[in-house]
């Protein structure tokens, strides 16, 4: 397929890799790099980037995982709005596990919940449309890659006067989340891939606060192994040289000011929240989206009646110091046992752009033994 | 949740709705093509044009000419490595 094949051609990752190596050992430290969103630690894994990266340079899976930052109170509003009388609910595959306080929408669904996974909001507002006497909700959830779709279809809907149909917005914002990662004193951070889609609705430009107030070089990156490996490489060399600055290797999908129509779309139709709970990551200003006074016949969260509660996290799980970058997945006593991809506990274990997950699918049990051992190593010295 | 898939826009189905058919790797798909239409690129200017995919909608262009220089950089670092030519000292220093 064009622009995905010539992204992944051997030859030029071996290059890659080669040249990574060579750069590596000028490091006068061990490096920590985050990829912040969770299509790259999907492909990191699916291509086992990780094993091949020098010892010196250490992956941290980042927070952008739209269906792992979800947090229970929010999960268990969703089910609720789904299990009501004459509720049509539509959502994205990826959120069916994702637990909330006491069961997920694949069990409300099991109780007798009419619960529909659909590809796009479009097809949701199509099952309002085929159906006039249901009300139609869609699980409104992602990043600003999301965001821009789901305004299209309020609009469209609002253009049709369409009115059985509203949406659940769980959108999320990844500029106030890297803010909160940056100031937290447990983190420390060599540099960040950015994401790359997330990037081609903002644009790099963003991102320039990470270089110029915090420090710290940052490169947009594609999702392909060679977008990863190239974007590591040009990192590489950021942190080698001592600068930090935003850089782009995305340019084919990327520009410094975005996506103007996708950016005008999106605030026509949201605004921010004052604040929104992020799973394990708490509370951070001015990170979620709602639907506009303009808009409020399209909101599910007026429509109807929701319990909106606040609920902690799982005693077990360490999701939040996961997110974090913190911890690692195989440090969790439940990972792997109880936490599975089937009977997942965590978030993080729901989406295979989830840290959890990734390890437990794609993580080679030499390279966890590895770190492992590393670790213990550590701990007796 | 974020992932996108390059597709080749084949096909204006309405201009008003602003859909389009678009050809991502040999599956026809009706995409919405609001996101890269403005008063510089009509509707039925798509035509042709390569675009990333994501949940129906088009959201972005590739820059052909970007994606070319890209791989054009990675060959010839791939022939400097071949060639152990590749040195990783910064010129700075
Ligand atoms: S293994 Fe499961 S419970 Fe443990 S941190 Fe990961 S998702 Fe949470």
């Not at chain 1, 969770?38 to 291509?47: A, D, P, R």
């Not at chain 1, 000011?257 to 709970?277: C, D, H, L, P, Y």
């Not at chain 1, 409020?296 to 939040?320: I, M, R, S, Y």
């Amino acid at each position: 397929m064009k622009y995905v094949d010539e992204f992944r051609e051997p030859k030029k990752a071996d290059a890659l890799f080669r040249a990574i190596e060579k750069l590596s050992q000028r490091l006068k430290k061990p490096i920590k790099i985050m990829e912040v969103c969770g299509g790259h630690t999907h492909s990191i894994f699916k291509y086992g980037i990780e094993e091949i990266l020098p010892e010196a340079i250490e992956l941290i899976h980042g927070p952008g995982c739209p269906v792992c930052v979800m947090p229970r109170g929010r999960l268990d509003d969703a089910i609720s709005i789904s299990l009501k009388q004459n509720v049509i609910f539509t959502t994205f595959g990826d959120a069916m596990r994702v637990p909330g306080s006491k069961t997920n929408l694949l069990q409300a669904k099991a109780q007798g919940a009419d619960i529909r996974m659909v590809y796009s909001p479009l097809d949701s507002l199509q099952i309002a449309k085929d159906n006039p006497d249901k009300e139609v909700v869609f699980f409104a959830l992602g990043f600003e890659t999301t965001a821009p779709s789901t305004a299209l279809t309020i609009l469209q809907a609002a253009s049709e006067k369409i009115q059985n149909f509203s949406m659940f917005s769980n959108h999320v914002l990844v500029i106030p989340a890297l803010k909160a990662l940056l100031d937290n004193p447990d983190l420390q951070l060599d540099g960040f891939i950015g994401p790359g889609h997330v990037s081609m609705v903002i644009g790099s430009d963003p991102y320039q606060f990470i270089s110029q107030q915090y420090q710290k070089p940052i490169v947009v990156s594609g999702f392909e192994p060679l977008d990863i490996i190239q974007s590591i490489w040009m990192l590489l060399q950021q942190i080698v040289e001592n600068r930090c600055e935003v850089e782009n290797q995305y340019n084919r999908l990327v520009e410094k000011t975005g996506n103007q129509v996708a950016i005008a779309t999106m605030n026509k139709v949201f605004e921010n929240r004052e604040s929104f709970e992020w799973r394990g990551l708490g509370e951070i200003p001015k990170s979620g989206l709602k639907i506009r006074a303009q808009y409020a016949q399209f909101d599910a969260e007026l429509k109807f009646t929701l319990p909106n509660l606040q609920v902690a996290d799982h005693k077990a799980c360490l999701c939040g110091e996961i997110l974090k970058g913190v911890l690692k997945p195989w440090q969790c006593k439940v990972f792997g046992t109880a936490c599975t991809p089937e009977t997942p506990i965590g978030t993080c274990m729901v989406s295979s752009e989830g840290a959890c997950a990734a390890y437990y699918k794609y993580g080679s049990f030499f390279h966890m033994t590895k770190k492992m051992m590393l670790d213990k190593e550590k701990l007796r010295a | 949740m974020c992932l996108g898939i390059p597709g080749k826009i084949i096909e204006i189905t309405d201009v008003k709705q602003k859909l389009a058919v678009v050809n991502v790797g040999g599956v026809k798909r009706q995409v919405n093509i609001a996101c890269i239409v403005d008063e510089q690129h009509s509707v039925e200017s798509c035509v042709g044009d390569w675009v990333l995919v994501h949940v129906g909608f088009a959201m972005n262009r590739i820059n052909e000419k970007e994606a070319m220089e890209t791989l054009q950089l990675l060959e010839e670092l791939a022939e400097a490595v071949a060639m152990d030519s590749y040195i990783a000292i910064p010129n700075d220093s």
